[in-house]
């Protein structure tokens, strides 16, 4: 083979999504030289696909929002599982990351006022995110783009050369996370388009790899979504936290089967859309839980009230939290009262002229005129949960956004954890890829000033490369789609909305077999842009997050937020006090819990106690009070 | 009702910079899907090794843009049930770019062109948060902003779709609506930027054809709210001093 071609950066950011982008900006301006490298082209990141807003407590819209009600809002969202310390980071910054998009050249909707309009969302007490029609993340990516675009032609007018200082590598994958000494020395992969392997030496990398949705059947995420972020950090030693939370958005299409999964924004129901059943009846009155039952209407004409009047008024049940609605959609339809391909009804058209719909939710217009030949302003779509996000991730610390136990090491985005607790608010994820990946990218250059280079051995490099090899050295192994979609039944079927611990249990199984199944699945064909061979290695990420997940909702014997068991179907607040934590011991991966860090005196007085009470022990509370 | 299979016949082009043709199979096709749809059950039970560029599947990433039947189009946006029963679906990589395997090609001339259009150049007295802007005001450079850069439109536009030599000197109408969105932002301080899309960019170049905005995916009128508006504008800045004067006037005094 050719001479092994080698790169030498200060930082690489392994993703092009809003959180990778974010950092690369950060560690830029900090005078840093940063590669971004992303699997697809520049631009295409599954950010794009975003679709109601970003959530920032601007006060455009309400001037009684403040980031202390923002990261109430979240706590709650979240059941209070979220690292407190991130919550509170996310709600204080949202605010400036999101004003800071506009002197870069994004162009939001405005108010009357010619401030950023801001709508309401499921879980956030006030009109909070920020948008473009429901193209938000387009918006998002768009302006960072440029913003980058902006920084290279800075480059190009000072170093003669646009891309001294950022460089983009798009179309590669990264397989591994390099070390020397216990610390990042670099990153190691190939290019998608001629196989090529490529080696990366930097003392510090950050992740921002996005989410895991590939490895569920019906999903909203793009086919980037297999984990790859997750699994390197565990491969290089790293932890995850709360793998077992997995966010199943309420509506995603159900028909027709070829674009089941995809996401019908939460908007629809901000909007003014409610959600029926066969039988026409507005059935999330008959859902609404005990802890939000001040919050939320229980009957319909408050609920219709609220939309003109938020403040004598509870609001809709349809805007409960995604979790909530998600477990209500799959009881209507277990129970026989579900559409005819297995949903509910989501209608706006009752409820909206038809000219409103088309403004307020244009690409939602779109998407079903012309993927399912329905007219939304005539007829109500057909809804049904479908994987969206990962709660769980990259331990980090809240601060840096370092990974715990990797020095060198940052996340940043979908594949950081804790910031969400056990389920997120709409709007909250592009908020945080804006103020954590900034973070990371600061945490990397202050981690660089401190520590310096860290060559890479050829031993590792050897290492590496052997294990990018193996699919194309296997011998009569088995094509690797069908393994694919074997996984992604197991995890529908085993691990999804609703779990039990036997099948949990079976599911762990199922994931050993196919792990030593892949163990042997063969690329055909030549290096050269081989989807395959994409495939093939891709595959081992998302057994490993797999197993993961599986392995920490076998072990979280409750239901809250995204995970919920049918045999511990209630909330409880022991289990509160403790994070999953998985860690990869070369074989097969081990879960352990640890303690979360408790609220300090300040966060905790932001609450009612009579609210703490529905989620803390009694002891937590009187150590907290009289710990002040 | 359930999702009714058939077979379908596609004809496929193969193959890399140096060389390649067109390959016929049959595959199956189930009620409601896309042209991607049948592609990846191509790649997943006959050809694994089959290269085609998608992340989406939902027309908002611009990443699977080929031609269909000879038509710049998004491979998931793409319904089967539009093509007659029986009949051979050709697809071919976007014509305009270098292919480098399959249906996959060398789109770089776009990330070229983007970098040569200065930046939005915001108001240096304004701080974060201070911005004011009517959405009136906006909505012009929104319609530009919506576009998802699938580049249909460059692969399209006759000035540079057989003739390499033209691209060194246009940057084609993806640009034309970036330089117009830039220049209808009511806080973008950046002047003359009609004229050097008319001077640099080769703006020029382009005969009104409409192309473009025929095969727009997000129905962005590049032509009709971009191209057009500009070269009026251009025009008059360049050749009619006394009515660009006239308009300076008439704003001093509050009339426009
Ligand atoms: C349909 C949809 C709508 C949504 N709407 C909203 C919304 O309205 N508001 C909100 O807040 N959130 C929303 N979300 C969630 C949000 O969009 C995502 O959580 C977020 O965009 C993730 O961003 P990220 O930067 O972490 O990663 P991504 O945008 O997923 O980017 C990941 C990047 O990493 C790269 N990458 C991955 N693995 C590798 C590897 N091995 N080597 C090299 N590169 C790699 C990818 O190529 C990509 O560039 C939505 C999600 C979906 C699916
Ligand atoms: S209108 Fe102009 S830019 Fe558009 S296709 Fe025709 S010549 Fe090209
Ligand atoms: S303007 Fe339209 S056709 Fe051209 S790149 Fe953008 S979305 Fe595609
Ligand atoms: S795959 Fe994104 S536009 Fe077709």
Redesign the interface.
């Known amino acids: 083979m050719s001479e092994l071609e080698r790169h030498s950066y200060d930082v690489v950011v392994i993703g092009a999504g809003g959180a990778g982008l974010r950092a690369a900006v950060e560690a830029r301006e900090a005078g840093l030289r940063v590669a971004i490298i992303c699997k697809s082209l520049f631009g295409k990141a599954h950010t794009v696909m975003a679709e109601g807003g970003v959530a920032a407590s601007m006060g455009n819209v309400n001037s009684s929002d403040n980031w202390q009600v923002h990261f109430r809002d979240t706590m709650r969202g979240g059941k209070f599982l979220n690292h407190w310390r991130m919550a509170e980071l996310h709600a204080k910054e949202a605010p400036d990351r999101v004003w800071e998009l506009e002197t870069w050249g994004a162009l939001f909707d405005r108010t009357k006022e010619g401030k950023i309009s801001q709508r309401n969302f499921g879980g956030h007490e006030y009109p909070r995110l920020a948008h473009v029609g429901d193209r938000t993340g387009l918006e998002l990516i768009r302006t960072m783009q440029q913003k980058i675009v902006a920084l290279q032609q800075e480059d190009a007018r000072n170093h003669g050369d646009a891309e001294s200082h950022i460089k983009v590598f798009a179309e590669l994958t990264i397989t591994e996370i390099l070390k020397e000494g216990g610390k990042v020395s670099g990153a190691y992969g190939y290019w998608r388009e001629t196989g090529n392997e490529v080696l990366f030496e930097a003392p510090a990398v950050v992740l921002a790899t996005g989410g895991i949705g590939k490895t569920f059947k019906v999903t909203s995420n793009s086919w980037e979504g297999t984990g790859d972020g997750h699994a390197l950090a565990l491969k290089a030693g790293g932890h995850l936290v709360d793998m077992e939370f997995v966010q199943f958005h309420p509506t995603g299409m159900v028909w027709p089967p070829s674009v089941r999964g995809l996401l019908v924004t939460e908007s629809v129901r901000g909007d003014g859309g409610v959600l029926t059943n066969s039988e026409g009846k507005r059935f999330m009155f008959d859902y609404i839980p005990e802890v939000f039952k001040d919050k939320y209407a229980d009957n319909e004409a408050e609920a219709d009230r609220w939309y003109g009047d938020q403040t004598n008024n509870r609001r809709p049940p349809e805007l409960l939290p995604r979790d909530e609605v998600a477990r209500a959609i799959n009881s209507e339809v277990k129970a026989g009262r579900g559409s005819p391909h297995g949903g509910v009804f989501l209608d706006v058209s009752k409820r909206l002229p038809a000219d409103v719909i088309k403004k307020k939710l244009p690409s939602m217009w779109h998407q079903f005129k012309e993927l399912a030949d329905v007219d939304i302003t005539e007829t109500a779509m057909e809804v049904g949960p479908t994987c969206h996000y990962v709660m769980g991730g990259i331990e980090v610390e809240p601060d840096t956004a370092a990974a715990v136990g990797v020095p060198g090491l940052f996340a940043a985005g979908e594949v950081a954890g804790g910031m969400h607790g056990s389920n997120r608010l709409g709007g909250n994820s592009l908020s945080d890829l804006l103020v954590f990946g900034r973070r990371a990218g600061a945490g990397a250059a202050a981690y660089i000033k401190a520590s310096g280079k860290n060559p890479v051995s050829e031993a590792s490099v050897r290492g590496a490369s052997e294990r990018l090899n193996a699919p194309f050295t296997r011998v009569g192994g088995e094509n690797p789609y069908t393994i694919h979609q074997e996984l992604q039944q197991t995890s529908n079927d085993l691990v999804g909305i609703i779990r039990t611990g036997k099948e949990l249990e079976e599911a762990i199984v199922k994931l050993a077999q196919l792990r030593s199944r892949v163990s042997t699945a063969k690329a055909e064909g030549g290096r050269a842009f081989n989807p395959g061979f994409h495939l093939a290695i891709d595959l081992d990420n998302m057994l490993l997050v797999s197993e993961c997940i599986a392995r920490s909702a076998l072990q979280r014997e409750e239901s809250r937020g995204g995970h919920t068991r049918d045999d511990f179907p209630a909330m409880n607040p022991e289990w509160r006090q403790v994070n999953s934590i998985s860690a990869w011991n070369g074989k097969s991966v081990d879960v352990i819990q640890q303690k979360l860090p408790s609220l300090p005196k300040e966060l905790f007085d932001l609450f009612e106690l009579d609210e703490l009470k529905k989620y803390l022990t009694p002891a937590e509370i009187t150590s907290v009070k009289g710990g002040a | 009702?359930s999702?009714a299979e058939k077979m379908v016949k596609l004809r496929i082009w193969r193959g890399?910079a140096k060389d390649g043709a067109l390959q016929d199979v049959e595959v199956e096709a189930?009620?409601?899907?896309?042209v991607l749809?049948v592609i990846h059950r191509v790649?997943?039970t006959q050809m694994?090794?089959?290269?085609?560029?998608?992340?989406?599947?939902?027309?908002?990433?611009?990443?699977c843009s080929m031609e269909i039947n000879g038509k710049p189009r998004l491979a998931c946006?793409t319904?089967m049930n539009m093509f007659e029963e029986g009949e051979t679906i050709t697809v071919t990589p976007l014509r305009a770019f270098p292919v480098?395997?399959?249906l996959?090609t060398d789109?770089s001339f776009n990330?070229k062109k983007?970098?040569e259009i200065?930046?939005?150049a915001?108001p240096t007295d304004l701080k974060?948060?201070e911005?004011?802007?009517?959405?009136v005001d906006?909505e012009r450079?929104?319609e530009f902003?919506?576009?998802?850069?699938c580049f249909l439109c460059q692969d399209t536009c006759h000035v540079i779709r057989d003739h390499e030599e033209n691209k060194k000197s246009f940057a084609g109408p993806r640009f034309f609506i970036r330089i117009a969105e830039?220049d209808m932002?009511p806080l973008d301080t950046l002047r003359n930027r009609k004229k050097t899309a008319q001077e640099e960019h080769g703006l020029g170049m382009c005969n009104i054809t409409k192309c473009c905005t025929e095969v727009c995916p997000e129905h962005i009128r590049i032509t009709d709210n971009a191209i057009i508006p500009m070269k009026e504008r251009v025009v008059d800045e360049k050749y009619d001093p006394i009515r660009w004067l006239g308009s300076k006037i008439r704003k001093r005094e509050g009339i426009n």
Not at chain 2, 30 to 34: D, F, S, T
Not at chain 2, 131 to 135: A, D, G, I, V
Not at chain 2, 145 to 149: A, G, W
């Open positions: 009702m999702a890399d189930n009620e409601g899907e896309v749809d790649q997943a694994s090794d089959l290269a085609v560029r998608w992340n989406c599947k939902a027309g908002k990433c611009g990443s946006m319904r480098i395997r399959d996959v789109v990330y983007a970098m200065p930046a939005f915001g974060p948060g911005y004011r802007m009517q959405q906006v450079s929104q902003r919506k576009c998802i850069e830039l932002h």
